[in-house]
Every structure is written in C-alpha cells, then in structure tokens.
C-alpha cells in the first residue's frame, strides 16, 4: 500500500527566504508525482506535475524534482512571499490519477 | 474551457440522512475521482469513475456509493451518515489519454453532520 509523507508538517518563514518542502513515498511505481496549493477551506490547485520519466519541473518561482528510486520529491520556493501561504500537498499516482496524498505542509511566510 | 465545478459548497446533515453531492468535470475529462479530506489532513480517495462505471475504490464502505453520466459529470452519494463523516468533499476530473494526465480539482463541498 502506497503511504506518502511530507516534512515538516508546519513551517514558518520570513518574506524573501528560499525554502524546501519534502515529500516522501514507500512504492516507487509511481506514474506521476503532483504537487498541489490549498487556501483555507478551499479546493486544490495544480502546481507542477512530474511524470515518472521526469526529474524536475519549474513553473516561475517553483520547481519540483523527483526521485523515484529513493522514493522522494522536493519542491523549492525561491524569495517566498506572503501570498505563498498555504497549505502544499503531494500526491504519487499509478496509471488512472487514483491520487494518494501526503498529510501537507503548512506553510506560513511573515511579512 | 470550464473548470470542475461542485454543488453545494456548504451542506449541514443530521446524522443517519442521506446527502448528494455533485460535480461537472471540466470540458473534455471523462475521469472523475472523489476525495474525502478530514480538517488538517490530505485527502483520501473514495473512488473513480470511467465512462460510466466504477473504475477504483478506496478504503471507504459500501455506503459511500457514485454515479456517473453520460456528459461525465457524477455524484456522490452517502447514506446512514455519521459525525465522521464530517469533512470536505473533493472531485477531480482528468483524461488519462492526455499527453500529460493532469488531475484538476473542484472547489469542494463542505459537509458538516451534526
């Protein structure tokens, strides 16, 4: 069974720093790796998406890699911003988007 | 291009009713999956539907049931509810055909079970 876990749960920084969200996998035999932005009692959005064959993705200031034979994907925000707070979540699927998610990181960027 | 669209976005149930829920997957998906997220939790998945017909099943009973039609819009429907079940309610919509199968989520409905 697919877990997926994501270090750390929380995380608060000051405007302007780089930072780096962990996900993790227990079964490398993924097809896509998906990271996803939540606001507060909202839907998910789509950040990047990583096919199996891929290593890395960059939309603007974030970039996503993947490692599949260790089971773990990072995402990078460079010079973070207020706007950047929000809870970040990853999610590994087989062939079909049956997604499982990590817990999330909450992310919180002061001011 | 129409995004995935849910209704309700809020719904208040008492315990033991039954509750719907609906989703219009975007414009030429015929994929639909829904998600139960618990507050401060990802989201767990229930189950998917294609063209129709179930296609997966999370760890969820047979009261959490679905539908599917034929624009590819569908339904969750959940009987006998429970407090648990209070959570909010995510559909996704997809094409696994696409170059790049990319999962979109609606906003989701709120429910509360009191």
């Known amino acids: 069974k697919q877990e997926v876990t994501q270090i750390p749960a929380a995380l608060s920084v000051p405007e302007g720093e780089n930072l780096v969200l962990n996900c993790s996998f227990t079964?490398?035999?993924?097809?896509?790796l998906q990271w996803f932005r939540q606001d507060p009692g909202k839907g998910l959005t789509s950040l990047l998406l990583?096919?199996?064959?891929?290593r890395e993705q960059t939309s603007g200031r974030l970039n996503a890699s993947l490692d599949k034979s260790s089971g773990r994907s990072t995402l990078y925000i460079a010079a973070s911003q207020p706007g950047d707070s929000a809870t970040y979540l990853c999610?590994?699927?087989?062939?079909?988007?049956?997604?499982?998610f990590g817990g999330g990181t909450r992310l919180m960027v002061k001011p | 291009e129409t995004g995935v669209t849910q209704s309700p976005t809020h719904l208040i149930k008492t315990r033991g009713q039954q509750v719907t829920l609906r989703c219009s997957s975007q414009?030429?998906?015929?994929?639909v999956s829904w998600y139960q997220q618990a507050l401060g939790q990802g989201p767990q998945f229930i189950f998917q539907?294609?063209?129709?017909?179930?296609?997966g099943r999370g760890n969820f009973p047979p009261r959490f049931s679905g539908l599917q039609f034929p624009n590819y819009s569908s339904e969750l429907n959940v009987n006998a509810l429970e407090l648990d079940d209070s959570a909010l309610y995510l559909c996704?919509?997809?094409?696994?055909?696409?170059?790049?199968?990319?999962?979109?989520f609606g906003q989701g409905t709120r429910l509360t079970v009191v």
């Open positions: 996704a919509s997809s094409n696994p055909w696409d170059r790049v199968p990319e999962a979109f």
């Open positions: 079964d490398s035999a993924i097809y896509n």
């Open positions: 990583i096919q199996s064959s891929q």
């Open positions: 999610a590994v699927s087989p062939p079909g988007n049956m997604l499982t």
């Open positions: 414009s030429g998906h015929n994929t």
């Open positions: 539907y294609y063209r129709e017909e179930e296609n």
